[in-house]
């Protein structure tokens, strides 16, 4: 991946899980 996605990645890996959450949902929506 490229050095935002893996940025983005360890965001999402240090964040609790709501936020995982929301998160996942927005890159669905």
């Given at each position: 991946m490229n050095d935002?996605?893996?940025f983005y990645y360890e965001?999402?890996?240090s964040a609790s899980?709501?936020?995982k959450a929301v998160m996942v949902i927005?890159?669905?929506a």
């Open positions: 935002s996605g893996q965001i999402i890996m899980f709501p936020v927005l890159i669905l």
